[in-house]
């Protein structure tokens, strides 16, 4: 997860900008596929832990622990 925000936050030049450069920023939410649970829980515990990268501040990834 650091490699890829590391990636996106390198400047990019776009036409919309007129040749200023633009950085991008993103929060992820990891969350591991356990057996026996269903898509949709894996995107919640997923969707918990992006808010909580969110709140943490810009930049950051939060991994959702398995259940247990």
């Given at each position: 997860a650091d ?7 390198q400047?990019l030049?776009?036409a ?9 920023g993103?929060s992820?939410?990891?969350?591991e ?7 949709e829980?894996?995107i919640?515990r997923?969707d918990?832990?992006l808010?909580e ?13 398995p259940p247990?």
């Open positions: 490699r890829l925000l590391d990636v996106i936050r400047p030049s776009l919309l900008a007129a040749g200023e450069p633009v950085t991008l993103a992820i939410g990891l969350a596929l356990v057996g026996g649970q269903s898509p829980m894996v919640s997923a918990e832990a808010r990268a969110k709140s943490l501040g810009r930049g950051r990834w939060v991994r959702h622990p247990g």
